[in-house]
């Protein structure tokens, strides 16, 4: 077989000859022995009769030699794709669509349809028996003078060597493939010109289609998403083909996601070779946001991924903020120098809310600052409230503009914003509360007695007044701790409190360096539940992902919870925030999660079913855009033992 170079997303197509690869050399656990054609076709068209049997349209199927009619107005043809060219590109797709066919299309029309079915190769011993008697043959062959070996025998060979080295030693997943031509018009007369015009066309490229003479029904139940006919697979076997020949047709892009530069994405779980390692360009598309979304399980590898952008990230130059649940990134931190913030509620440091940010020079920023206050003031105290009555918002609307005046704040003179100081905090405003005697105040007052005045004082002991000096340029690296521990439904609560105060002070530091324009900045959140559970301050982390770009920035966030971006618990700032992240990181996580993502982040079947199958694996897909890739971290030891994460006992990937 001659060398065909690759370019861009052309992949080989293994051939796996018809010996019986794909039907009688290997045996595959999850396929049944092919039942003969003859009596196959015979029990197909005696079980598949109406469309109640076919799941298609309401109304009538009706059955002619080679195609179906439907509700007697559309008439079908389904043409099974039986071999397939040497190489495939995604051009293959397409190129139904030529123009020699579309000028002459219109009336008609085609659509591909591609099955993808896991099988899980046995090497048992019929199978190690087959290899070494085709071994042996060829040897044989080659030995006497002037012969060579018989084609077939040298393709079968091939590919069980192929498949042998790639399921032993390259982990390689392998499935079934059925392609399917579908065409559709409104006359026989003009079905039979489409098919003819198809098949010239088709037959160019190197593929050969059946006619399916009579099983038009089954057919046409395979290739319409709620009506597949496994009985049609046993009697017509699929090509089977490894996911590389798979990378070509489906989802997953071979690594054509990297162009080797950039921060280290991970090596394509396909590969074993230094050339299967993704990188992504950040510098790319400049006009487009960078934000990272990273989905997962517990304990599946979302937290050694997390760690791995901030590394990559502190690598290329960025200055990163990581908000830090549990602890977790303090060795990382000594690591690189970087600033430890500690406010968590054992500390009892916070950022105060009321604290007015000095003005940076930049009026679009400057002119904000009062109204950036406002909100955070708001914002915490939603989230200590767990929502709120609009009589209770109304409540601490006004015991805010009561604690501006207090300390001569006029919200439209900035002048006197700075002569604030310190004066207007969160224990201010608590004060002011108590004195509006309305019900609402009363019952807000009521509800966050315990964080003031009760044994969750400490939440607002220390007050951070000296935190914009501690923020210095020079500092690369900062990370807020801001909880104690995961899965603590008091400290989930404190946690998510200190995680909004730090944002508003890291958002400061963002705006400062776009003022700059010497460095990019990027900020991560672990365990991002906590934030996206409360409406507003999931709102806020939607504004922060949609603007941060504009300020040559970008946002990374981590969450086992796919409830606050799809289902009962999402708000539409956590649903707007898979909309704004360009780069999606999926691990292994429950089918109640992998089901919302599916349906509501339009993620395909194909990988779908890669993620289900990869639990305790580490390995990942990575969306951008449009194009996936299917991936784990290959990471030195030393970075191992830095970006350790609570339970990780193996190697990541």
């Known amino acids: 077989m001659n060398k065909i170079p690759r370019t861009g997303w052309t992949v080989f197509i293994r051939y796996f000859d018809s010996l019986g690869v794909s039907r009688w050399i290997m045996r595959r656990s999850n396929n049944a022995t092919p039942a003969s054609k003859k009596s196959g076709s015979r029990r197909l068209v005696q079980k598949t009769g109406v469309a109640e049997r076919v799941g298609l349209i309401v109304g009538t199927v009706r059955r002619g030699k080679g195609y179906a009619v439907v509700a007697n107005q559309v008439f079908t043809a389904t043409l099974l794709i039986r071999s397939w060219p040497e190489v495939v590109s995604p051009e293959f797709i397409p190129s139904l669509q030529h123009p020699a066919i579309k000028s002459e299309q219109g009336d008609f029309t085609i659509r591909l349809t591609l099955r993808f079915v896991p099988a899980r190769i046995v090497w048992d011993w019929k199978a190690k028996s087959k290899f070494r008697r085709l071994e042996k043959s060829i040897e044989a062959s080659e030995a006497k003078s002037g012969e060579t070996s018989r084609p077939e025998e040298l393709r079968a060979y091939r590919s069980m060597e192929y498949l042998r080295e790639r399921t032993t030693y390259d982990t390689a997943d392998i499935m079934d493939l059925w392609g399917f031509v579908t065409v559709t018009a409104r006359s026989k007369q003009a079905l039979d010109k489409a098919i003819r015009l198809v098949k010239d066309h088709i037959r160019k490229g190197g593929v050969s289609l059946e006619y399916l003479s009579w099983e038009q029904l089954p057919a046409l139940q395979q290739v319409h998403a709620l009506g597949q006919n496994r009985e049609f697979y046993l009697d017509w076997p699929g090509r089977l083909v490894d996911d590389k020949a798979a990378a070509a047709l489906n989802p997953f892009t071979s690594g054509s996601l990297s162009d080797g530069t950039g921060i280290y994405a991970g090596h394509r779980v396909a590969g074993r070779s230094p050339r299967s390692a993704t990188y992504l360009d950040l510098d790319r598309d400049e006009e487009k946001n960078k934000n990272f979304l990273i989905l997962g399980a517990t304990g599946e590898g979302k937290s050694v991924k997390m760690k791995n952008l901030t590394f990559s990230f502190l690598t290329e130059g960025y200055r990163v903020f990581q908000l830090d649940v549990d602890g977790e990134y303090r060795a990382l931190c000594d690591e690189a120098g970087g600033l430890w913030i500690d406010h968590t509620f054992t500390s009892g440091r916070y950022s105060d809310p009321l604290h007015i940010q000095r003005p940076i020079l930049v009026p679009e920023y400057d002119l904000q600052r009062l109204a950036l206050a406002n909100a955070s003031l708001r914002r915490t105290a939603s989230l200590l409230l767990g929502g709120w009555t609009p009589e209770e918002a109304n409540a601490v609307d006004r015991a805010l503009m009561t604690t501006w005046e207090k300390v001569k704040v006029d919200m439209d003179r900035p002048d006197t914003w700075d002569a604030a100081g310190d004066r ?32 969750m004082r400490n939440l607002f002991a220390r007050p951070e007044s000296n935190l914009s000096d501690r923020l210095d340029e020079s500092n690369r690296f900062t990370v807020f701790h801001v909880s104690q521990s995961v899965n603590n439904e008091a400290d989930d609560l404190t ?159």
């Open 495 to 653: 946690g998510a409190v200190k995680m909004s105060l730090a944002l508003d002070s890291v958002w400061r530091e963002v705006q400062l360096e776009r003022a700059r324009g010497e460095r990019w900045t990027a900020v991560g959140a672990d365990e991002g539940q906590r934030l996206l559970l409360n409406p507003i301050a999931s709102h806020y982390m939607n504004l922060l992902a949609t603007t941060i770009r504009k300020w040559n920035g970008l946002l990374y966030l981590a969450t086992n919870k796919t409830s606050v971006l799809f289902g009962t618990e999402a708000t539409s700032g956590g649903s707007g925030l898979w909309s704004n992240s360009a780069f999606k990181v999926l691990f292994w996580m429950e089918d109640s999660d992998l089901a919302a993502v599916q349906k509501y982040g339009e993620v395909p079947d194909v990988v779908i079913e890669q993620i289900r199958a990869s639990y305790g694996t580490q390995q990942f897909a990575l969306r951008y855009g449009k194009r996936w890739d299917w991936l784990r971290l290959e990471l030195p030891t030393e970075l191992l033992q830095v970006f350790k994460t609570r339970g990780l006992t193996r190697k990541a990937g």
């Open 424 to 455: 207007a905090d969160i224990h201010l405003w608590y004060k002011m509360l108590g004195k509006d005697k309305s019900r609402a105040a009363g019952a807000v007052r009521e509800k966050l007695w315990q964080y003031f005045e009760g044994s």
